[in-house]
């Protein structure tokens, strides 16, 4: 019992003592979590320098685009080929892809040959051979009249610019096909069918292998964003952010790259932990100094550095009593399968006991133990690379994402990861400990050349019909120049209705006389009041204008608020309120006894009889004071004054905020007779001549026409460019079948526009993968200002999913994508409508004043107009398209509602002191 004790203890200490001299030997291939570290930082460095337009020749990473721009959502459907060339045998399939609640993927494949004399021969040759090949397979199934999509999987080096296209650098794996090289082999292979006629083919796509393993993968895991090779040879590929991809024109979305990682280290960013051995595969190889990584992971050398190892641990006398043999000796002699067949628990002893004698040698059973080991070393270093490269590519991801903690999935294949009994595991453990904050799955490829071929193709077919539907329904926003223009002709012909006596009752535009005769010419000087009433809050500003050298406006104002039982109690309530916070502001400017004119912007329907005189027609925004509506709020501020008996002031004008718009920047450009504004609602004035402006007596000089333009296309006019959306927002709004033109333009209705397409996308299963969210149902949800925000240049499409996020929406890459698309075509037409508009205005004053050409100023305000990254260029440029005649300037107003209600009462001061009316 002692003795045998004594064995077992004794031959614990010389295993122990064999595996510390291994251990020894092969110390530099031990290596160690804060060197790899350091490997991931410089693979990191070789990705970034590989994505770059200027960096990308010199980076030994290349981050090849592939022209994948979306991995599978499951909603994948149809049946397609694919063909499979990479050696001497090749593969057609037939894979057919349901969606019928239950993602399902059934193949069907045929293994053809290629002769020698036709790997040989001519490209012609090749491709016709592939063709025949095809069209057998096709007879066969009964298919051959049916025209479906194929992708190519074409394992040879070549340069893609598009998703179907495929250039060959050079043939490899023995073939010689003249005319191939440097040509595109899609076309070739359309040559090749085209001159056998007898069927047709639509080549979708040109497939990496590796690309192929990420999206066979993704069909089964929607996470799936990584593809890992490691077999003979090893790769890897992700999905980027386009923004990062110089060598790519557009920024939105992701593409697939394909690393094409095997070459990390050929510019010398390994040289710290090659070894000797590394070095001698490497020189020994068919291509020195290319592909140095590799060679240090891949199966097609992991055997061969086994075998150098032990050559080397046998003339240092550690191995086989120094004996070599000449088996051993004997170049690539030691495969990889044997690797995989030495590190198994079970009988991987003995299995190592055997492969040496094959060798020749006489092995003892430390000599075994040291061979396990050493197999054991060069398969976790292999295991160990590979992890600091996918590191790397965690990061970037991550880093891309802006995540804290990332969920992804990586699909892998290659015979290494699949056969090797410790590789998967090691890989994984690894991973793990460099990149903690990401939570990884590995998941086994299902033949990624075939079936992930097949799956890049129904990508892309199921991206290329879900366009078509999405066009479908925003083709509709896309209004032709002949809609322009007619839309122009009726914004004229409503204009002239407004302006008739006869017409006027039954016009959409109305064209309200504001009895505003001039704009500021310079002159204007003094001190003025200004009120300012449009909601809860309320303004009292002080505007002093100076005339002469130092010409300039100076504004104080102090902000007042409306409390409830103001809004609500009686209209002497509200006025008495109102009087008394003016009593305020003149103690507060210390101008208590002075009588000041004051303009008074009044922002709620009203009918202008005069420049004082204005007949509440009804409160909005939430105003109920009683005793009003009907009343000239004017006379109503008047008696409110007498009745504090305390200051008095000289109301010389009521003013609307459009009008106030244009007046404002009137100061400072004389050429300003336009007004505009675009924010929550939309309006516009313009200078009209008096003899127009029938419901106004007198013909002299001209008068600001306040069009309230939102109430165009009321009539009907404008039902042939409404959409089922505009329908749709117009029914469920408070005001059905008013105000249309400003429900297709203004801030107020854009939000509710776009989420009405992104509910239609939804229920449609083009977006957010047709789940419904619950706040996307609420009305008024998407604000107009998310539009602002997802359409800025700015923006990356991570920033895009975190206001998606914010409305209860999950969205994918993609989804992002389509939701800035829909954002741009509903903001592109609010802009071309109000172009046309203020078109057919400047249009108008040019013919009143008998001018070839007309040089004039739009004054502007509004928060769609100033925020919305795109809506003013877009404007301008049909402004310019749609009036050629006229050269338009646009200034944006500064406080119209204050400033330019002061400048109204100037202007009015001024022409009454001339005795002018």
């Not at 070095?279 to 891949?298: A, H, R, V, W, Y």
């Not at 088996?327 to 040496?356: C, M, P, W």
Request: aromatic letters at 6%; one cysteine or more; a neutral charge.
């Amino acid at each position: 019992m002692i003795a045998s004790h004594l064995i077992a203890y004794l031959f614990t200490e010389l295993k122990h003592d064999q595996l510390q001299k291994t251990d020894k030997f092969l110390y530099h291939m031990r290596l160690s979590d804060e060197v790899l570290h350091g490997i991931s930082e410089r693979f990191l460095k070789e990705m970034k320098r590989g994505l770059g337009k200027d960096t990308n020749p010199t980076s030994s990473v290349k981050m090849l685009p592939s022209f994948v721009r979306s991995t599978p959502d499951g909603t994948e459907s149809g049946d397609f080929l694919a063909l499979d060339l990479g050696g001497t045998n090749f593969r057609v399939l037939r894979v057919k892809v349901s969606d019928n609640g239950k993602q399902k993927v059934a193949i069907e494949n045929r293994i053809c040959s290629i002769p020698e004399e036709v790997m040989h021969g001519t490209g012609t040759q090749l491709f016709d051979h592939i063709a025949k090949c095809l069209a057998d397979y096709m007879r066969e199934l009964d298919i051959k009249d049916t025209k479906l999509p194929l992708g190519f999987t074409f394992s040879f080096p070549c340069q893609q610019s598009k998703l179907d296209e495929s250039i060959l650098l050079t043939w490899t794996k023995g073939f010689k096909a003249s005319g191939v090289e440097g040509q595109d082999v899609v076309g070739l292979l359309h040559k090749a069918i085209e001159r056998r006629g007898d069927f047709d083919i639509d080549v979708v796509a040109v497939v990496n292998d590796t690309v192929g393993t990420m999206m066979s993968c993704g069909y089964e895991d929607h996470n799936c964003e990584i593809g890992l090779i490691v077999g003979t040879g090893t790769n890897a590929c992700y999905m980027e952010e386009m923004r990062h991809i110089d060598l790519v024109e557009g920024d939105e979305g992701r593409m697939c790259i394909n690393m094409e990682w095997g070459a990390f280290g050929d510019q010398g960013e390994l040289a710290d932990v090659r070894t000797d051995f590394d070095t001698e595969i490497d020189s020994g190889s068919i291509n020195p100094g290319k592909q140095l990584f590799e060679k240090m992971i891949s199966g097609m050398y992991m055997g061969e550095l086994v075998r150098l190892i032990l050559v080397k641990m046998t003339k240092d006398g550690l191995l086989f009593r120094g004996k070599l043999t000449p088996e051993l000796l004997l170049k690539n002699n030691f495969d990889t399968e044997y690797v995989s067949a030495i590190e198994k628990n079970s009988d991987g002893l003995q299995r190592a006991h055997g492969i040496l004698t094959e060798l020749g040698l006489e092995p003892t059973s430390n000599d075994c133990i040291s061979l396990r080991r050493i197999c054991s070393i060069v398969s976790t270093r292999s295991s160990d690379l590979c992890a600091a490269a996918l590191a790397a590519v965690l990061r970037r991801i991550q880093e891309n994402k802006g995540l804290q903690r990332m969920q992804t999935t990586i699909g892998v294949d290659g015979s290494v990861y699949k056969m090797h009994p410790q590789f998967a595991r090691r890989l994984s453990k690894t991973v793990k400990r460099l990149v903690p904050s990401c939570e990884v799955r590995f998941l086994l490829s299902e033949d990624g050349s075939g079936k992930g071929a097949a799956m890049v193709t129904a990508v892309a077919h199921r991206l290329a019909k879900q366009q078509k539907m999405r066009d479908a329904s925003l083709s509709t926003f896309k209004l032709s120049e002949k809609q322009q223009l007619e839309v122009k002709s009726r914004m004229k012909l409503e204009m002239e209705r407004g302006l008739k006596k006869e017409t006027h009752s039954i016009a959409t535009v109305k064209m309200l006389a504001t009895y505003v005769r001039a704009t500021p010419d310079g002159t204007e000087k003094g001190d003025y009041l200004a009120l300012d009433l449009g909601g809860t809050n309320f303004r009292v500003l002080l505007v002093k204008i100076r005339d002469g050298n130092r010409r300039a406006v100076e504004l104080h104002n102090k902000i007042y608020t409306i409390p409830k039982r103001a809004m609500e109690g009686t209209g002497e309530e509200l006025f008495d309120h109102i009087v008394q916070c003016i009593a305020d502001f003149l103690k507060y400017m210390g101008i208590q006894g002075s009588r000041l004119p004051l303009g008074f912007t009044f922002s709620f329907p009203c009918e202008q009889r005069t420049l004082d005189q204005g007949i509440l027609l009804n409160w909005t925004k939430g105003f109920k004071a009683t005793g009003c509506e009907g009343k000239d709020v004017v006379i109503l501020l008047r008696e409110a004054i007498k009745r504090r008996e305390e200051f008095e002031l000289d109301v010389v004008a009521i003013v609307n905020d459009t009008v106030g718009t244009m007046m404002s920047c009137g100061y400072d450009d004389p050429l300003c007779e336009v007004g505009l504004i675009v924010g929550t609602g939309s309006n516009a004035c313009y200078m009209e001549e008096m003899k127009n402006v029938e419901m106004v007596d007198g013909d002299e000089g001209r008068m600001c026409v306040n069009m309230e333009w939102g109430a165009f296309g009321d009539n009907g006019c404008l039902d042939d460019i409404r959409t089922e959306f505009d329908l749709e927002v117009d029914k469920n709004s408070l005001y059905a079948g008013k105000q249309r033109f400003e429900k297709m333009i203004s801030g107020m209705y854009l939000g509710e526009i776009v989420r009405n397409i992104l509910i239609k996308f939804t229920k449609q299963g083009l977006l957010f993968r047709g789940k419904i969210s619950e706040r996307l149902k609420t009305q008024g949800i998407f604000e107009t200002k998310f539009l602002s925000q997802i359409e800025s240049d700015r923006l990356a499409l991570l920033q895009v999913r975190a206001i998606l996020q914010q409305l209860g929406l999950e969205s994918t890459c993609d989804d992002s994508i389509i939701v800035k698309e829909v954002c741009g075509v509903v903001s592109r037409r609010a802009a071309q409508l109000c172009g046309i508009g203020l078109a057919a205005i400047v249009d108008k004053i040019r013919v009143n004043r008998n001018l070839d050409n007309l040089k004039v100023t739009v004054g502007i305000d509004g928060t769609l107009y100033k925020l919305h990254p795109h809506f003013s260029t877009i404007m301008h440029e049909t402004v310019e398209r749609m009036s050629p005649k006229c050269k338009v300037l646009f200034v944006q107003s500064q406080d119209g509602s204050g400033k330019g209600a002061a400048l109204i009462t100037a202007v009015a001061c001024r022409l009454r002191e001339a005795g002018q009316h």
